[in-house]
């Protein structure tokens, strides 16, 4: 049984105390919740257990907070409350021990283990001030004016008048001191303390300040190093993605790390429009024109390495939205056995479909799936000196010796269409179509294949069936596909569980029910949960990992697809007759082996069929255990 912080503990009993004291709850019924806890394998804070219990209603604690302000650290209520988590906290300590002199509400906030709102909620209740939730404040110069604009920045506060009359101070740091003694002989009148929002005060005071409006004033040269370092910061991240996105205060900067998206920087909202000037013409879009969506592309050199960049411009209420995905045109493949694939399907994906001479290989997933890498690695293995490869891309993402790479580029009407019309007549081996996006490209695909091409091609579905079923779907004859299409290949990626900070995690047996598993059946399932280092910046993961569904189509599938029959029935004969293991049974695998976590496969993957027991799952993948 996992053992409680003492400190959690204490403020438990200290906060059902007062709930007693207040009439919110009996002693019985806090001897009760205290013996349900002590039973648990692992610890939950006693709140939420009474809440569960339907013992007390949160309205009910947070009035108890409000009217009985107590001693009780920041972090340890948060967790008690159940705002965040144990491990939520011990990352955040972490992280604030590496920044200089910022308090753990900063910290928390600034790395998303909490929303502002939901630390001042917090915070409110526990210093039983006010709490403005409001986007911006009511702003009176003839008040704010009794004190210098650079007091109110000193001290954080802003003043205004509550709706009975009283003077209210809003303050952005509560735990610090408040300077309401001088505030009170300033104003003239008693001052009563309340917390708002950081961006509220901050525009508030902004806005008495003239010094400010002008400063406001964005200059070319500093939106030029704005875009340089967010691109060159992007660059040493390994970011795939910036979203730099208008509110309705500020401009927001997220960038997209291993799959996910995590706050990288707020920008005053004055910069919105030169920001995105200046971006368009770094990707030869139309700077006059901000109603309607555009696209555009640019190369941006940073430190001796290019990046290709294709940039998307979108025309939102607040502004125009721009995501920049960085392409990077990269030199190193991958080895077909490196990209993460089990050593048993690595080699039935080599031998079964890569050196069959003709048909059609499908690599199928969301976009950020890795298809890309997988595609390439698989070209690598087909180039030699006796085989003509010829590709049509858009954009050619890695540069490969010894094959024939076209980039899309509709500006000059190499179109696809245009291009697929040429690529068979160039007397190729085997062919690459980047992408299959209409019923043209899938009739390319399949017509060269008959004529005894291979053709290698990625498509946008949830799983290797869907494939399938969209090649149906975009009206190509069922008896075209099972005589052309070999093996489709479904992917995605999981972030990978850092090995820094990674420790075993024994899922419950709700957590085995999400994955399909009978808890009475399947018995103990271990996987890897990270805790957060200084190696992986707290998140508890670094880097990603594959997982992959592979069909190689056989008499029985091909037959089940002549015969339309339903996704569900051509999945389960695809699963007992060829040996496939879905995406959720190979993610279960990478997961007890620790590369990945219960949270990404539960987040990624698709859960579509019971997964087998596990040491079936072993020997398929044969794998020892």
Known sequence: MTTANPHTIEASVQIAELLVKDGHLTQEQLAYALRIRSKLSSPKPLVAILQELEMVTESQVQATLSSNPINIQLGTLLLELGVISEADLQAALGLQKES???????????????????????????????????????????????????????????????????????????????????????????????????????????SLSSENSAGSHTTESVVVKTVNDLLSQALVSGASDIHIEPMKDRLRVRTRQDGVLIQHQDLPFEMTRALTSRIKIMAGADIAERRRHQDGRMLYESNGAKIDLRVSFYSTIHGEKVVLRLLNNRSHLLDIHDIGMSARMAERFRYDVLDVPSGVVLVTGPTGSGKTTTLYGAINHLNNINTSIITAEDPVEYVINGISQCSINPKISITYEETLRHIVRQDPDVIVIGEIRDRFSADTAIQAALTGHKVLTTFHTEDSIGGLLRLLHMDIEAFLISSTVVSVVAQRLLRRVCPACAEEHVLTPDEQRRLGYNPKDSGKLVFARGTGCSECRYLGYKGRVGVFELLVLNEQVKEALIQRRTSYEIRRISTESTGMVSLLEDGIVKACDGQTSFEELIRALPRLAKPRPLQELYRLQGVKK
Not at 113 to 136: H, K, M, R, T
Request: net charge neutral; glycine share 10%; proline share 6%.
């Open 100 to 206: 200089a002199g910022k308090k753990l509400g900063e910290v928390l906030v600034e790395n998303h283990f909490l929303s502002e709102d939901d630390l001042l909620g917090v915070l409110a209740a526990q210093l039983g001030f006010p709490y403005i939730d409001a986007d911006s404040l009511p702003v009176s110069k003839r008040l704010a004016n009794r004190v210098k604009p650079a007091w109110l920045k000193r001290h954080g506060c802003f003043p205004m008048r509550g709706q009975d009359g009283t003077l209210q101070l809003a303050f952005i740091d509560a735990m610090g001191a408040l300077p309401l003694a001088e505030a009170e002989r300033a104003f003239g009148e008693a001052v009563v303390p309340c917390l708002a929002r950081r961006r509220s005060i901050e525009a508030a005071i902004g």
